[in-house]
């Protein structure tokens, strides 16, 4: 039977030497059963302030943690490693990266509920879990659907944020079923996911909120410059090589 593992990473900083310090995962089988995953877990490196700043994890709290080798969700990953699974996360390229570095390679279907988001909803003004955690009113779920599993929700918290991934699915499958029925949803959002994105209009910068397609027009020096100069998410360069092409 197919399960679902939707999962999250705290870890000591964004740079290429970090590693995990905690894995928050939900294993969802077919039929609904779930199993949850809360681990903290040591490393050698020291944590970032910056990183502490963000997950309030200190190194106080995971001293005398096993290393992230030794926890649960790893020896259980290694037996749902297969092709017939989905590993499900926000942001997926950052986390499969981290667990990489620790040795893993995948085998199961990838499903990336940041890139989804972006296909099925181009209109959001932002595409991070945490807007959609309340522009899609999911927090106002959030508690009934953690006390089944005796989760605590808190921001930038491992298991709260794949909590509310679980419920930001729910919603990513609702909108495949209405634009493309007749279609299995997670079979379309593994499409999606190996999809680059075509976006519209800026997020950041000098031009932020203005269509990407009139700056390459009107300013395309700039647009060369952000390829050259600035470390892009895969579909912001993505789109900036397809607008470049047409002017």
């Not at 259980?76 to 620790?102: C, P, Q, R």
């Not at 899609?136 to 953690?146: D, R, T």
């Not at 027009?217 to 647009?223: L, N, P």
């Amino acid at each position: 039977m197919t399960k679902y593992v939707l999962f999250d990473t705290e870890t000591t900083g964004n740079q290429d030497e970090d590693r995990i310090i905690q894995i928050g995962a939900m294993v969802v089988g077919a039929k609904g059963d779930v199993e949850v995953y809360d681990e903290l877990c040591s490393t050698t490196l020291p944590i970032k302030v910056e990183a502490m700043e963000v997950h309030n994890i200190t190194p106080e709290l995971i001293e005398g943690k096993a290393p992230f080798t030794e926890t649960k969700f790893w020896n259980d990953l290694s037996v749902l490693n297969h092709e017939n699974n989905y590993l499900i996360a926000h942001n997926l390229t950052f986390d499969l990266g981290m667990l990489k570095k620790e040795g893993f390679e995948n085998r199961m279907r990838l499903i990336d509920t940041l890139r989804c988001a972006k296909h099925l909803f181009p209109e959001s003004e932002y595409h991070r879990l945490q807007y959609f955690r309340y522009s899609l009113g999911l927090y106002k779920k959030e508690q009934e659907e953690a006390k089944k599993y005796n989760i605590t929700i808190k921001a930038h918290d491992a298991i709260g944020d794949v909590l509310v991934m679980k419920l930001f699915l729910s919603e990513l499958v609702k909108r495949v079923k209405e634009k493309f029925p007749n279609v299995n949803p997670m079979v379309k959002l593994e499409e999606l996911t190996h999809t680059p994105v075509m976006l519209q209009s800026f997020k950041f910068g000098k031009y932020k909120g203005e269509r990407i397609e009139d700056i390459a027009r009107s300013d395309a020096g700039y647009i060369k410059w952000m390829l050259k100069s600035l470390e892009l998410d895969e579909d912001l360069k993505y789109t900036l090589e397809r607008v470049l092409e047409n002017v």
